[in-house]
Protein backbone atom coordinates (compact mmCIF):
# COMPACT_ATOMS: atom_id res chain seq x y z
CA UNK A 1 0.00 0.00 0.00
CA UNK A 2 1.51 3.29 -1.10
CA UNK A 3 1.49 6.23 1.40
CA UNK A 4 -0.94 9.04 -0.13
CA UNK A 5 -0.89 12.68 0.38
CA UNK A 6 -3.64 15.21 0.14
CA UNK A 7 -3.64 18.82 2.03
CA UNK A 8 -5.90 21.54 2.40
CA UNK A 9 -5.63 24.55 0.09
CA UNK A 10 -7.37 27.95 -0.39
CA UNK A 11 -9.46 28.43 -3.05
CA UNK A 12 -6.97 30.48 -5.22
CA UNK A 13 -4.41 28.08 -5.62
CA UNK A 14 -6.88 24.67 -5.63
CA UNK A 15 -6.17 23.50 -8.78
CA UNK A 16 -2.30 24.19 -7.90
CA UNK A 17 -2.53 21.87 -5.06
CA UNK A 18 -4.05 19.26 -6.79
CA UNK A 19 -1.11 18.90 -9.10
CA UNK A 20 0.95 17.93 -6.51
CA UNK A 21 -1.61 15.68 -4.01
CA UNK A 22 -3.21 12.07 -4.38
CA UNK A 23 -6.54 13.15 -3.13
CA UNK A 24 -8.52 16.43 -1.83
CA UNK A 25 -9.68 16.72 1.62
CA UNK A 26 -13.08 18.95 1.75
CA UNK A 27 -14.39 20.35 5.14
CA UNK A 28 -18.30 20.18 4.63
CA UNK A 29 -19.13 23.03 6.48
CA UNK A 30 -17.68 25.27 4.34
CA UNK A 31 -19.49 23.97 1.49
CA UNK A 32 -23.06 26.10 3.12
CA UNK A 33 -20.81 29.30 3.54
CA UNK A 34 -19.14 29.04 -0.08
CA UNK A 35 -20.57 27.99 -3.26
CA UNK A 36 -17.33 28.09 -5.43
CA UNK A 37 -15.29 25.73 -2.57
CA UNK A 38 -18.59 23.26 -3.26
CA UNK A 39 -18.18 23.74 -7.02
CA UNK A 40 -14.40 23.33 -6.99
CA UNK A 41 -14.74 20.05 -5.35
CA UNK A 42 -17.67 19.08 -7.65
CA UNK A 43 -15.54 19.87 -10.42
CA UNK A 44 -13.01 17.43 -8.87
CA UNK A 45 -15.18 14.69 -8.63
CA UNK A 46 -16.53 15.25 -12.13
CA UNK A 47 -12.80 14.80 -13.15
CA UNK A 48 -12.61 11.14 -11.25
CA UNK A 49 -10.56 12.80 -8.13
CA UNK A 50 -9.89 10.35 -5.00
CA UNK A 51 -11.91 13.07 -2.38
CA UNK A 52 -12.95 12.83 1.36
CA UNK A 53 -15.72 14.45 2.75
CA UNK A 54 -14.71 14.95 6.21
CA UNK A 55 -17.44 16.72 8.89
CA UNK A 56 -15.72 19.40 10.40
CA UNK A 57 -15.32 18.40 13.95
CA UNK A 58 -11.91 19.72 14.25
CA UNK A 59 -12.77 23.17 13.00
CA UNK A 60 -16.32 23.46 14.50
CA UNK A 61 -15.36 21.60 18.16
CA UNK A 62 -18.47 19.33 17.08
CA UNK A 63 -19.44 17.39 14.42
CA UNK A 64 -21.25 18.67 11.32
CA UNK A 65 -24.86 18.11 11.82
CA UNK A 66 -25.80 14.12 10.50
CA UNK A 67 -28.69 14.66 8.30
CA UNK A 68 -27.11 17.99 6.77
CA UNK A 69 -23.87 16.16 6.28
CA UNK A 70 -25.64 13.26 4.93
CA UNK A 71 -27.40 15.47 2.43
CA UNK A 72 -23.88 16.32 1.12
CA UNK A 73 -22.60 12.97 1.28
CA UNK A 74 -25.13 11.87 -1.41
CA UNK A 75 -25.20 14.88 -3.37
CA UNK A 76 -21.14 15.11 -3.91
CA UNK A 77 -20.51 11.22 -3.79
CA UNK A 78 -17.34 11.75 -2.50
CA UNK A 79 -14.75 8.15 -2.37
CA UNK A 80 -14.50 8.75 1.24
CA UNK A 81 -16.53 9.78 3.63
CA UNK A 82 -15.84 10.34 7.79
CA UNK A 83 -18.96 9.99 9.78
CA UNK A 84 -19.91 12.48 12.32
CA UNK A 85 -17.98 11.80 15.55
CA UNK A 86 -17.67 13.18 18.88
CA UNK A 87 -14.16 14.44 19.99
CA UNK A 88 -12.43 12.65 22.54
CA UNK A 89 -15.93 10.78 23.71
CA UNK A 90 -15.78 6.94 22.58
CA UNK A 91 -19.36 6.58 23.59
CA UNK A 92 -20.91 9.08 22.00
CA UNK A 93 -19.14 8.58 18.73
CA UNK A 94 -20.54 5.07 19.22
CA UNK A 95 -23.96 6.23 19.51
CA UNK A 96 -23.58 8.34 16.40
CA UNK A 97 -22.33 5.70 14.44
CA UNK A 98 -24.99 3.47 15.38
CA UNK A 99 -27.39 6.07 14.48
CA UNK A 100 -25.88 6.54 11.31
CA UNK A 101 -26.33 2.94 10.54
CA UNK A 102 -29.44 2.64 11.96
CA UNK A 103 -31.08 5.39 9.65
CA UNK A 104 -29.31 4.07 6.59
CA UNK A 105 -27.00 7.25 5.90
CA UNK A 106 -24.67 7.53 3.07
CA UNK A 107 -24.26 6.86 0.17
CA UNK A 108 -23.83 3.28 -1.19
CA UNK A 109 -20.84 4.24 -3.71
CA UNK A 110 -18.30 5.99 -0.79
CA UNK A 111 -16.35 4.47 1.79
CA UNK A 112 -17.61 4.83 5.21
CA UNK A 113 -14.99 6.34 7.87
CA UNK A 114 -15.21 5.84 11.15
CA UNK A 115 -13.11 7.71 13.97
CA UNK A 116 -11.72 6.21 16.91
CA UNK A 117 -12.53 8.60 19.87
CA UNK A 118 -11.76 8.74 23.44
CA UNK A 119 -9.73 9.96 26.37
CA UNK A 120 -8.30 7.07 28.31
CA UNK A 121 -6.46 3.92 26.78
CA UNK A 122 -9.78 1.87 27.42
CA UNK A 123 -11.93 3.98 26.28
CA UNK A 124 -9.83 4.45 22.89
CA UNK A 125 -9.40 0.39 22.51
CA UNK A 126 -13.46 0.09 22.90
CA UNK A 127 -14.05 2.44 20.18
CA UNK A 128 -11.83 0.81 18.01
CA UNK A 129 -13.19 -2.90 18.97
CA UNK A 130 -16.61 -1.26 17.63
CA UNK A 131 -15.49 0.33 14.91
CA UNK A 132 -13.61 -2.71 13.69
CA UNK A 133 -16.06 -5.35 14.43
CA UNK A 134 -19.90 -3.92 14.82
CA UNK A 135 -19.96 -0.60 13.01
CA UNK A 136 -19.27 -1.72 9.12
CA UNK A 137 -16.97 0.91 8.08
CA UNK A 138 -14.72 0.68 5.03
CA UNK A 139 -11.62 2.56 6.75
CA UNK A 140 -10.65 3.25 10.62
CA UNK A 141 -8.91 6.85 11.76
CA UNK A 142 -7.17 7.66 14.43
CA UNK A 143 -7.13 10.87 15.54
CA UNK A 144 -3.73 12.71 15.64
CA UNK A 145 -4.13 14.91 18.51
CA UNK A 146 -5.68 13.03 21.91
CA UNK A 147 -5.13 14.43 25.35
CA UNK A 148 -4.29 11.03 26.07
CA UNK A 149 -1.13 11.60 23.83
CA UNK A 150 0.33 14.11 26.33
CA UNK A 151 -0.23 11.19 29.14
CA UNK A 152 1.60 8.21 27.74
CA UNK A 153 4.31 10.30 26.11
CA UNK A 154 4.69 13.71 27.67
CA UNK A 155 6.90 16.05 26.23
CA UNK A 156 6.87 20.30 27.28
CA UNK A 157 5.89 20.71 23.41
CA UNK A 158 2.30 18.94 22.86
CA UNK A 159 2.72 18.35 19.23
CA UNK A 160 5.83 15.96 19.57
CA UNK A 161 3.51 14.21 22.20
CA UNK A 162 0.54 14.47 19.80
CA UNK A 163 3.05 12.63 17.18
CA UNK A 164 5.08 10.52 19.24
CA UNK A 165 1.79 9.43 21.37
CA UNK A 166 0.02 8.14 18.03
CA UNK A 167 2.77 6.13 17.00
CA UNK A 168 3.18 4.71 20.56
CA UNK A 169 -0.85 4.27 20.39
CA UNK A 170 -1.17 2.15 16.59
CA UNK A 171 1.73 -0.03 18.04
CA UNK A 172 -0.12 -0.61 21.20
CA UNK A 173 -3.18 -1.30 19.37
CA UNK A 174 -1.31 -3.68 17.27
Not at 36 to 54: M, P, T, V, W
Request: hydrophobic letters at 40%.
Amino acid sequence: MAIKIAHEAPKSIFWEVEKYTDYSYALVHLFEEDEEYLNQFKQAALKGREIILDNSIFELEEAFDAQKFDKWVKELRPTWYIVPDALEDSERTIMQMEDWNDKGLGYEGSGKIGVVQGKTYDDIVDCYNYMNKEADVDMIAVSFDYSYYTKSVPHPNKYVSWMLGRVKLLGDLL
